[in-house]
T-cell receptor, first 115, second 117 residues
């Protein structure tokens, strides 16, 4: 089955620790995205990548880092510099063709809780 | 910068009835796309419907339809014959189209829809 997988589903972190969230897709999509979801704030873009070995900051990149070494993978590291990391994190991908059918497909998400 | 506003944090509807969720947006662009996503309790984001700004005809997908008013920058979602499975968070989203487009989606804050039997 084609799709996007995120692991783990739930993640607990102690303050001061870095943690990496996994995102893998087998849809052969060029573009990948990371969003953060907080209650009452919708989805906010953290980082995005339109091609392998290239990525750009989104609206709330501070305290996060990413890499895009393979087309299929776009891991997100939440660093100790992120002041309020407890949130639900969603990964998405899109084929980057032009037109309205360049929709983003979402993974099931990871719930990160800082203890 | 583009913004998307959903002014209804919560809505409710009885099964088999019709409900309309509101969305307004602000942009200076002429080419763009608008989307409604559904997020059920599983938290999996699902695309419900899309609308191209250059099309005057409102998009429909089975029981879901939109009322797209480009001049008013309004993009409401109508759900007909509501079902219990329609209960979810609904997000309105905007995407630019044109030179330099990065395919980023800009989301509203969401509307939680409850469906009562």
């Amino acid at each position: 089955d084609g799709g996007i997988t995120q692991s783990p589903k739930y993640l607990f972190r102690k303050e001061g620790q870095n943690v990496t969230l996994s995102c893998e897709q087998n849809l052969n999509h060029d573009a990948m995205y990371w969003y953060r979801q907080d209650p009452g704030q919708g989805l906010r873009l953290i980082y995005y990548s339109q091609i392998v070995n290239d990525f750009q900051k989104g609206d709330i990149a501070e305290g996060y880092s990413v890499s895009r070494e393979k087309k299929e993978s776009f891991p997100l590291t939440v660093t100790s510099a992120q002041k309020n990391p407890t949130a639900f994190y969603l990964c998405a991908s899109s084929p980057r063709t032009s037109g309205p059918y360049n929709e983003q497909f979402f993974g099931p998400g990871t719930r990160l809780t800082v203890l | 910068a583009q913004t998307v506003t959903q002014s209804q944090p919560e809505m409710s509807v009885q099964e088999a009835e019709t409900v309309t969720l509101s969305c307004t947006y602000d942009t200076s662009e002429s080419d763009y796309y608008l989307f409604w996503y559904k997020q059920p309790p599983s938290r999996q984001m699902i695309l419900v419907i899309r609308q191209e700004a250059y099309k005057q005809q409102n998009a429909t997908e089975n029981r879901f339809s939109v009322n797209f008013q480009k001049a008013a920058k309004s993009f409401s979602l109508k759900i007909s014959d509501s079902q219990l499975g329609d209960a979810a968070m609904y997000f309105c989203a905007y995407r630019s189209e044109g030179a330099g487009n990065t395919d980023k989606l800009i989301f509203g804050t969401g509307t939680r829809l409850q469906v009562f039997p």
